[in-house]
């Protein structure tokens, strides 16, 4: 038999997708809401580009033939939102991505080829501050969805409480003392491998955030601590309950010199980002941003135990999908 | 001083052949057409700084082996060569013997030998390195020039013909690649899947090789393939003859810090698969392949300036890079928990074992894998990986060994003071 997800028009009728769209409608509503609250500009986001966000583990990126040219799909927009914040200090878009993930990865429940996340930029802004509104339009969008599909989603089991706040600011070395403490392997100078960090979710009572990663674990727009040397100033956001990562974000390297050396050390060649470097040859402000991933967020908010669960037209990795 | 046979010396005769030939002069080219047929190496042997060269260390049997006796008793009979264990992990890889194909220059005769070659090593478990640009230059999945298999043909014919639990395929990817994406676009292809799902898809980071250190790759291509790649690569608009163009490849750049974190990065962007680091023969072989180590690399390769090359300048090949003996004296015998490859020049079993003697894990043939098949291209790379099996099996069991990991610098004689510390 077909697999749900290959079956749009059959997924699209069930209850439970309608109630997840809907969901997923009003805590987009309360995001925009609370963003624009706080002096955000909305943007539409680009669609394709020569380059676009390198900073994805073991994904490919689609390529199209733009005049003759290869052009990409956005993987993230995040080359463009520094390009933004030459109009505005506070941006943000909701924003279609792809990145055609390893075919491993369609079983976590977490992976989606295509997907949308929420992508802000904030100039003259720290990471602290970008984990601020991290903190605040999460819970905007949970408190949002609790009052009005509350019971509800209490009807089909999910009891969504409030998330406790502040949340919690781990370091990456914290988590990997308290993973050690736990008998579980976790390389330090890696990421937080998606069976740890769904260990590390379900122990908590709340979200909480996990900063401070590694150099070597992200891309090269992800600013090196002056002061900590090997040290990234970026984070994510992870929610309770096993659901894991939800938010990623940093403080930017923004400086031409230390972007080039940042390049090199990913494995890129600043010729492909042209654009992107003469810009950075005029200067661009410091600024801290993060995206925060739509469907991930309804699966939580839901309760749901796969975020294809969370598309309307879900693109599992791996497979050719409608 | 020497004259050639018009009675002119060397000097007069390079510079008249610089004057007439112009720009093909820094090749050891006389003609374009030669370019793809044959494959190039350093044309006068370095010594090391000790002065020493491979041929002047003997390979030094005891009389009293106590290996033979351990072997003795696990046999319960005297042990022959056929005894002696080959098998040996291969950069992550388990191998059946301390070798493995290297990734083969761009030429035509590496791109036409390339079904081959990979079935071959396939078929016997001996793990491959498929080299930089050929994804770029002769496509990923569909063929860009019709003759000429496509890089997933390529890793296809390799992946078809492996037993299970042996070998492994690994991926050089070069700047030019990077801006393509190729191991991303690899570690999602559902056709990598079996070899990632066994542990047996590595990638491998060329830093430089052994022919042509600090210059990138360098083919020369026709006029339509040059308007074709000038997009991607440096393509020089000068005709070095026939309408063909050099086509460049950027070296890199390295720091200590670009090299440790572009490992790291490695490790961390592709957990299943093992990293391999191919460094070229330089001053601070040392320090880099340590950087390496210490960053996680599952091999470092050092390509000696013995290395072979699809073309490199004439000047490259006589002058530039260190011998593969002072880098492994360099080096000194990594901690075993490092795996080191050496490749240039290999191809007989005496220098082979010397390498092993000297701290090195496998040893990288190119150039004679290729001239193996060139001489019969249905049975000889067989039949050449035959006689190497017996003879290093016959070698090892000469010095008292049955297993390669026992090779140390024991087993060699080297001439008195040359060698200050190893």
């Not at chain 1, 819970?139 to 409480?161: C, D, M």
């Not at chain 2, 820094?26 to 190039?40: A, I, K, N, Q």
């Not at chain 2, 006589?318 to 080096?331: I, T, V, W, Y």
Request: hydrophobic residues 40%; charged residues 25%.
């Amino acid at each position: 038999m077909r697999p749900e997800w290959s079956q749009p028009a059959l997924h699209l009728r069930k209850p439970e997708t309608k109630l997840a769209l809907r969901i997923q409608h009003r805590a987009c509503d309360a995001i925009r809401a609370e963003l624009t609250h706080m002096g955000f500009v909305e943007f539409l986001a680009p669609i394709v580009g020569p380059v676009t966000d390198p900073g994805i583990r073991g994904a490919k990126q689609g390529v199209i033939d733009y005049y003759g040219r290869e052009y990409r799909v956005m993987s993230s927009g995040i080359l463009y939102k520094q390009l933004a914040l030459n109009a505005f200090d506070k941006i943000f878009f909701n924003a279609p991505n792809l990145r055609m993930e390893p075919p491993e990865t369609a079983t976590t429940g977490r992976h989606l080829a295509e997907f949308y996340q929420i992508d802000l930029e904030m100039a003259r802004a720290t990471y602290d501050d970008a984990m601020d509104v991290a903190e605040r339009i999460t819970v905007a969008a949970t408190n949002a969805v609790a009052k009005e599909f509350g019971a509800q989603l209490q009807e089909q089991g999910r009891i969504l409480k409030p998330l406790r706040q502040p949340f919690p600011r781990l370091t990456h070395a914290q988590c990997v003392e308290r993973l050690h403490a736990a008998g579980r392997e976790q390389d330090p100078r890696a990421e937080i491998r998606w069976p740890e960090e769904e260990f590390l979710s379900a122990q908590s009572d709340t979200a909480f955030f996990i900063k401070d990663y590694p150099k070597g674990s992200r891309g090269f727009y992800d600013q090196e601590d002056p002061k900590r040397p090997g040290i990234l100033k970026d984070f994510d956001l992870i929610l309770p309950e096993g659901f894991g990562e939800v938010v990623s974000g940093a403080e930017r390297e923004y400086q031409y010199e230390r972007i080039i050396a940042r390049m090199r050390e990913t494995g890129e060649n600043p010729a492909k980002y042209g654009w992107y470097v003469d810009m950075l040859k005029q200067g661009i402000p410091p600024s801290s941003g993060f995206g925060i991933g739509v469907e991930r967020l309804t699966r939580f908010l839901t309760g749901l135990d796969a975020v294809w669960k969370a598309r309307p037209w879900p693109k599992v990795p791996g497979f050719p999908c409608p | 001083m020497p004259v050639d046979a018009a009675g002119l010396e060397p000097w007069e005769a390079e510079s008249r052949r610089r004057a007439k030939d112009g720009l093909l002069a820094l090749f050891p080219l006389r003609d374009v057409s030669e370019y793809g047929h044959r494959t190039f190496g350093q044309r006068t042997e370095r010594a090391a700084r000790s002065g020493l060269s491979w041929d002047q260390i003997a390979l030094a049997p005891p009389l009293f082996t106590p290996k033979r006796f351990e072997r003795m008793l696990e046999l319960g009979r005297e042990p022959y060569f056929s005894d002696v264990d080959l098998s040996t992990k291969v950069g992550g890889f388990a191998s059946p013997v301390p070798f493995y194909l290297s990734a083969m220059g761009g030429t035509s005769a590496a791109s036409h030998g390339g079904f081959a070659l990979a079935t071959t090593a396939a078929q016997r478990g001996i793990p491959l390195v498929l080299g930089e640009n050929i994804s770029t230059v002769r496509g990923y999945e569909k063929r860009t020039q019709a003759d000429h298999p496509s890089f997933k043909e390529r890793a296809k014919a390799y992946l078809k013909a492996l037993p299970e639990k042996l070998g492994g395929l690994v991926i050089q990817q070069s700047v030019e690649d990077a801006d393509s994406e190729l191991w991303n676009h690899v570690y999602s292809d559902p056709d990598f899947e079996p070899l990632l799902a066994t542990g047996r898809l590595g990638f491998e980071l060329k830093c430089g090789q052994g022919a042509k250190p600090g210059l990138g790759g360098l083919t020369l291509v026709g006029a339509a393939d040059a308007k074709r790649l000038k997009t991607k690569f440096l393509v020089q608009e000068h005709d070095i003859g026939h309408s063909h163009r050099m086509r460049h490849s950027a070296p890199g750049t390295y720091t200590e810090e670009i090299l440790r974190n572009q490992v790291r990065l490695m490790r961390n962007n592709y957990p299943r698969a093992r990293i391999w680091i191919k460094l070229p023969p330089t001053r601070d072989v040392d320090a880099a392949a340590a950087t390496c180590w210490d960053a996680g690399a599952d091999a470092v390769t050092v390509d000696g300036a013995e290395g072979g090359t699809g073309l490199a300048p004439s000047a490259f090949l006589d002058h530039m890079g260190l011998p593969l003996l002072e880098c492994l004296f360099l080096l000194g015998r990594p901690d075993a928990k490092h795996c080191l490859h050496v490749s240039g020049g290999f191809h007989e079993g005496a220098r082979i074992v010397k390498a092993l003697c000297l701290g090195a894990r496998a040893v990288g043939l190119g150039r004679a894998a290729l001239a193996a098949h060139d001489a019969d291209e249905d049975h000889g790379l067989g039949k050449f990986f035959d006689v190497l099996d017996l003879e290093l099996r016959m070698l090892v069991s000469g010095l008292g060994k049955y297993r390669v990991p026992d090779l140390a610098a024991e087993d060699l004689f080297l001439p008195r003071g040359t060698v200050p510390t190893f």
